[in-house]
């Protein structure tokens, strides 16, 4: 096996003989770890990217990628969690060519980012969500000891679950020219940071690193290249609103959730001209009011939009969203007391569907015209999630299935929607679609044998669908 595969990396180009490698290397990990006689054969000069999970031996590999592997491009490590950091510390000099590394749920400290900055200069992705970095390891990643700036080709930064806070935000995005994909939490206070920069602010901000200012003064960025906004604190200011639609107009999603703020501040995003996807998590006080806010928002910006998701919103108007956005692919509700329907179906709203999720309660009522609306006149749809949907019954697919036959079906999910019996699943099973993954949780209908016989019946026709079953 070994001399085969060597001939045939050798017969190969080396674009094709390194994906070649890393497609053999998770074939075997399914069905053993690589030991060291794998990893001497599939670790080769001609490897560009690789993939640490089911290593058996990550110091041989990383001994490998160090001494054998000029060109390597991308490098995944997350959830890689009992390897001292020290071990990949002493890897990174040997990076210089690394295009995108994947830390997430590591255990990278602040020390190791200030080398990544100094070795990784043509990094464009990095994934640092559920580590423990602070602040200032994101600003040493960013900014060297004499205050000069670092990884300026980074494009895509993640910090989700870390202990960044504003002031490392502020620092990134002043930084970091090319940064378009940045998930941090609480960006609109580090935009309004970012727009009122100065050398004082510099100097603070820098100095809690240990790092001094640059001898060429760093200017104010008057725009940014950021592409989504997210928000999950309580308290955010209007005015950080207004920063954010003056650095960054080239914003294509907004995510905001559980923020105290009045249904007019949402107006300030009318301006977006490539706004696309819009998530909007009322908070608990209610301070967005759909007709108010949402609908004015919807009315300037709907016609471009392709996701919607809209949480604990008390009522909202189906009709409304449909006329506003015609396009909508992706659309999402939880937690909706009341919809407001019209009297009759209309067949020419959400014709371009792809996903729709409905998150109830079991003791809400929902109109059956509801999911008829979103689901009889979507011929695209692939993916559908209901939660807690008591109105959803064999009859009532039936009658959807009548008028939409869902071809491009490819998941649903199925969760406490107790009035869903085994002919619904025997249905879809039967039906031409493209499910792949069926999942049934809690449904009081759709007992233990009723999933065996589910199963039974997926392995018997030889069925490649996944399928998951919970019970109450």
């Not at 290397?25 to 001609?46: S, V």
């Not at 901000?205 to 725009?223: N, W």
């Not at 979507?378 to 869902?406: A, T």
């Not at 679609?433 to 009723?450: P, Q």
Request: charged fraction near 20%; aromatic fraction near 8%; charge should be negative.
């Amino acid at each position: 096996f070994v001399l085969f595969l060597s001939v045939l990396l050798f017969a190969l180009p080396s674009s094709k003989a390194s994906h070649l490698i890393a497609d053999l290397a998770e074939e075997l990990k399914h069905i053993t770890h690589l030991r060291c006689h794998h990893l001497h054969t599939l670790i080769t000069p001609m490897l560009l990217e690789w993939n640490s999970d089911g290593i058996s031996d990550q110091m041989m590999a990383f001994h490998l990628i160090k001494t054998r592997c000029e060109k390597l491009k991308h490098l995944n490590m997350g959830y890689v969690r009992h390897l001292n950091y020290k071990v990949f510390l002493n890897l990174l000099p040997s990076l210089n060519t690394l295009v995108m590394l994947d830390l997430r749920m590591t255990l990278t400290v602040d020390e190791i980012m200030g080398k990544i900055g100094e070795f990784c200069t043509q990094l464009v992705d990095l994934n640092l969500s559920g580590t423990p970095i602070t602040d200032k390891g994101l600003i040493q990643l960013c900014v060297a000891e004499n205050g000069t700036r670092k990884c300026q080709k980074l494009v895509r930064l993640s910090v989700e679950e870390t202990w960044v806070t504003s002031a490392g935000a502020t620092v990134v995005l002043q930084s970091l020219p090319n940064l378009k994909d940045f998930d941090f939490e609480n960006m609109f206070e580090a935009l309004e940071q970012v727009e009122m920069w100065d050398q004082h602010i510099e100097s603070n901000l820098l100095s809690r690193a240990g790092l001094r200012m640059s001898e060429v003064p760093s200017k104010t960025p008057t725009q940014l290249k950021i592409t989504s906004l997210i928000s999950t604190t309580e308290f955010v200011r209007e005015e950080a609103f207004e920063s954010a639609v003056r650095l960054c107009p080239d914003i294509t999603a907004i995510s905001i959730s559980n923020a105290w703020l009045s249904s007019e501040s949402l107006y300030k995003f009318m301006v977006l001209e490539q706004l696309n996807k819009l998530s909007l998590t009322n908070s608990e006080g209610l301070t967005f009011d759909f007709h108010e806010g949402v609908l004015p928002l919807l009315s300037a910006c709907g016609v471009r939009l392709q996701s919607l998701i809209l949480a604990n919103f008390p009522v909202v108007d189906i009709l409304a969203i449909g006329r506003a956005c015609p396009i909508l692919q992706n659309l999402a509700f939880s937690k909706v007391s009341i919809f407001e329907l019209p009297s009759q179906l209309h067949p020419e709203l959400f014709n371009n569907l792809e996903a729709m999720e409905l998150w109830s309660e079991t003791q809400i009522e929902i109109n059956p015209n509801l999911v008829k609306q979103l689901l009889q006149f979507s011929p695209m749809i692939r993916n559908i999630l209901f939660n807690g949907c008591s109105v959803l019954s064999d009859k009532l697919f039936d009658e959807i299935w009548e008028k939409n036959p869902m071809k491009k079906l490819s998941h649903i999910t199925l969760d406490h929607c107790h009035n869903v019996t085994m002919s619904t699943l025997h249905d879809l099973l039967d039906k031409d679609n493209e499910l792949n993954v069926l999942r049934v949780w809690s449904c009081a209908s759709i007992n233990k044998t009723h999933s065996l016989q589910i199963s039974q019946r997926l392995m018997n026709e030889n069925m490649d669908i996944y399928f998951e079953w919970f019970s109450i």
